[in-house]
Protein backbone atom coordinates (compact mmCIF):
# COMPACT_ATOMS: atom_id res chain seq x y z
CA UNK A 1 0.00 0.00 0.00
CA UNK A 2 3.03 2.09 0.40
CA UNK A 3 3.28 2.92 -3.08
CA UNK A 4 0.04 2.40 -4.67
CA UNK A 5 0.47 -0.45 -6.52
CA UNK A 6 -0.80 -0.93 -9.80
CA UNK A 7 -2.74 -3.86 -9.22
CA UNK A 8 -5.34 -1.52 -6.31
CA UNK A 9 -4.75 1.93 -7.50
CA UNK A 10 -5.70 2.83 -11.17
CA UNK A 11 -2.08 3.20 -13.21
CA UNK A 12 -2.10 6.70 -15.40
CA UNK A 13 -1.14 4.75 -18.35
CA UNK A 14 -4.35 2.53 -18.08
CA UNK A 15 -2.53 -0.84 -19.07
CA UNK A 16 -2.89 -2.31 -15.26
CA UNK A 17 -4.97 -1.63 -12.78
CA UNK A 18 -8.46 -1.56 -11.91
CA UNK A 19 -11.52 1.00 -13.75
CA UNK A 20 -10.75 3.55 -11.39
CA UNK A 21 -8.89 4.26 -7.62
CA UNK A 22 -11.90 3.40 -5.62
CA UNK A 23 -11.13 -0.31 -4.89
CA UNK A 24 -7.65 1.05 -4.02
CA UNK A 25 -8.94 3.81 -1.80
CA UNK A 26 -11.87 1.80 0.39
CA UNK A 27 -8.55 -1.03 0.34
CA UNK A 28 -6.11 1.31 2.24
CA UNK A 29 -9.45 2.60 4.11
CA UNK A 30 -10.31 -0.89 5.49
CA UNK A 31 -6.71 -1.73 6.15
CA UNK A 32 -6.19 1.30 8.34
CA UNK A 33 -9.07 0.58 10.33
CA UNK A 34 -8.56 -2.99 10.87
CA UNK A 35 -4.78 -2.13 11.52
CA UNK A 36 -6.22 0.19 14.46
CA UNK A 37 -8.63 -2.65 15.46
CA UNK A 38 -6.23 -5.77 15.69
CA UNK A 39 -3.68 -3.86 18.62
CA UNK A 40 -7.06 -4.29 21.11
CA UNK A 41 -8.21 -7.19 20.12
CA UNK A 42 -4.94 -8.39 20.68
CA UNK A 43 -4.17 -6.99 23.72
CA UNK A 44 -7.62 -8.23 25.26
CA UNK A 45 -7.11 -11.60 24.14
CA UNK A 46 -3.60 -11.92 24.73
CA UNK A 47 -4.71 -11.65 28.43
CA UNK A 48 -6.91 -14.45 28.05
CA UNK A 49 -4.72 -17.10 26.75
CA UNK A 50 -1.11 -18.17 25.64
CA UNK A 51 0.61 -16.03 22.68
CA UNK A 52 1.28 -18.69 20.53
CA UNK A 53 -3.03 -19.77 20.53
CA UNK A 54 -3.43 -16.38 19.48
CA UNK A 55 -0.71 -16.84 16.40
CA UNK A 56 -2.11 -20.59 15.41
CA UNK A 57 -5.51 -19.08 14.82
CA UNK A 58 -4.34 -15.61 12.81
CA UNK A 59 -3.25 -18.35 10.36
CA UNK A 60 -6.13 -20.53 10.50
CA UNK A 61 -8.40 -18.39 9.74
CA UNK A 62 -6.18 -16.46 7.33
CA UNK A 63 -5.91 -19.89 5.79
CA UNK A 64 -9.73 -20.36 5.94
CA UNK A 65 -10.87 -16.83 4.28
CA UNK A 66 -7.94 -16.39 1.51
CA UNK A 67 -9.05 -19.13 -0.72
CA UNK A 68 -12.32 -16.87 -1.33
CA UNK A 69 -9.97 -14.78 -2.39
CA UNK A 70 -8.10 -16.82 -4.85
CA UNK A 71 -11.60 -18.16 -6.32
CA UNK A 72 -12.44 -14.50 -7.14
CA UNK A 73 -9.04 -14.09 -9.55
CA UNK A 74 -8.04 -17.22 -10.48
CA UNK A 75 -5.94 -19.82 -8.81
CA UNK A 76 -2.26 -19.61 -10.15
CA UNK A 77 0.32 -22.66 -9.91
CA UNK A 78 3.34 -21.09 -8.56
CA UNK A 79 7.03 -22.28 -9.51
CA UNK A 80 9.23 -23.71 -6.25
CA UNK A 81 11.29 -20.78 -5.97
CA UNK A 82 7.97 -18.29 -5.24
CA UNK A 83 6.81 -21.21 -2.76
CA UNK A 84 9.92 -21.13 -1.16
CA UNK A 85 9.90 -17.32 -1.21
CA UNK A 86 6.55 -17.29 0.36
CA UNK A 87 7.50 -20.00 2.93
CA UNK A 88 10.14 -18.15 4.40
CA UNK A 89 8.01 -14.92 4.24
CA UNK A 90 5.60 -17.09 6.10
CA UNK A 91 8.09 -17.82 8.75
CA UNK A 92 9.02 -14.27 9.31
CA UNK A 93 5.44 -13.05 9.53
CA UNK A 94 4.63 -15.90 12.19
CA UNK A 95 7.91 -15.32 14.23
CA UNK A 96 7.27 -11.24 14.25
CA UNK A 97 3.13 -11.82 15.07
CA UNK A 98 4.62 -13.72 17.68
CA UNK A 99 6.29 -10.83 19.11
CA UNK A 100 3.92 -8.36 18.44
CA UNK A 101 1.67 -10.50 20.59
CA UNK A 102 3.44 -10.78 23.33
CA UNK A 103 4.61 -7.49 23.95
CA UNK A 104 0.59 -6.43 23.83
CA UNK A 105 0.98 -8.40 27.00
CA UNK A 106 3.17 -6.35 28.65
CA UNK A 107 2.65 -2.47 27.32
CA UNK A 108 -0.73 -0.61 26.17
CA UNK A 109 -2.13 -0.98 22.84
CA UNK A 110 -2.32 2.83 22.17
CA UNK A 111 1.05 3.03 22.69
CA UNK A 112 2.25 -0.39 20.29
CA UNK A 113 -0.12 0.41 17.92
CA UNK A 114 1.84 3.89 17.14
CA UNK A 115 4.90 1.45 17.10
CA UNK A 116 3.60 -0.46 14.75
CA UNK A 117 3.21 2.68 12.41
CA UNK A 118 6.63 2.09 11.84
CA UNK A 119 6.36 -0.43 9.56
CA UNK A 120 5.58 1.92 7.07
CA UNK A 121 9.25 3.14 7.32
CA UNK A 122 10.63 -0.73 6.51
CA UNK A 123 7.81 -0.96 3.53
CA UNK A 124 9.64 2.23 2.00
CA UNK A 125 13.23 0.94 2.51
CA UNK A 126 12.27 -2.51 1.01
CA UNK A 127 10.23 -1.31 -2.22
CA UNK A 128 12.90 1.58 -2.73
CA UNK A 129 15.45 -1.50 -2.22
CA UNK A 130 13.79 -4.54 -4.11
CA UNK A 131 11.25 -3.07 -6.50
CA UNK A 132 13.13 0.29 -6.81
CA UNK A 133 9.72 2.01 -6.69
CA UNK A 134 9.60 5.35 -5.14
CA UNK A 135 6.70 6.61 -3.20
CA UNK A 136 4.57 9.93 -4.40
CA UNK A 137 4.50 13.52 -2.60
CA UNK A 138 1.16 12.25 -1.08
CA UNK A 139 2.48 9.31 0.74
CA UNK A 140 5.40 10.89 2.05
CA UNK A 141 3.64 13.81 3.65
CA UNK A 142 1.06 10.92 5.22
CA UNK A 143 3.85 9.02 6.21
CA UNK A 144 5.63 12.32 8.08
CA UNK A 145 2.70 12.47 9.82
CA UNK A 146 1.90 9.10 10.96
CA UNK A 147 5.75 9.01 12.33
CA UNK A 148 5.53 12.19 13.86
CA UNK A 149 2.70 10.83 15.86
CA UNK A 150 5.27 8.19 16.91
CA UNK A 151 7.82 10.08 17.65
CA UNK A 152 5.34 12.53 20.01
CA UNK A 153 4.32 9.46 21.57
CA UNK A 154 8.16 7.69 22.14
CA UNK A 155 9.13 11.07 23.63
CA UNK A 156 5.75 11.19 26.31
CA UNK A 157 6.69 7.89 27.19
CA UNK A 158 10.25 8.68 27.80
CA UNK A 159 9.03 11.33 29.62
CA UNK A 160 6.92 9.20 31.99
CA UNK A 161 9.38 6.77 32.61
CA UNK A 162 12.05 8.93 33.90
CA UNK A 163 8.88 10.99 36.29
CA UNK A 164 8.80 7.46 37.30
CA UNK A 165 12.04 6.99 38.11
CA UNK A 166 12.58 9.84 39.89
CA UNK A 167 9.56 9.71 41.73
CA UNK A 168 10.76 6.50 43.29
CA UNK A 169 14.05 7.67 44.12
CA UNK A 170 12.49 10.86 45.84
CA UNK A 171 10.49 8.76 47.79
CA UNK A 172 13.22 6.20 48.58
CA UNK A 173 15.05 8.99 50.14
CA UNK A 174 12.45 10.39 51.78
CA UNK A 175 11.42 7.23 53.76
CA UNK A 176 12.20 7.16 57.42
CA UNK A 177 15.15 5.11 57.96
CA UNK A 178 14.70 2.17 60.67
CA UNK A 179 17.90 2.31 62.94
CA UNK A 180 18.30 -1.16 64.85
Given at each position: ????????????????????????????????????????????????????????????????????????????????????????????????????????????????????????????????????????????????????????MLRKAFQHARAKKESELLNKESAPK???
Amino acid sequence: MIAKPAFLFASPTGVEGPKSEVLGLIGAFLSATMGGIVPLVLKHAGSLTNPITLVFFHGLVTSIVSPAFMAAEGVKTISAYYLGILFAGGLVWTFGQLLMTISFLYADASRLSMVLYSQVVFAYALEILVDGIYPDSYTVIGTVFIMSGFLVMLRKAFQHARAKKESELLNKESAPKIQD
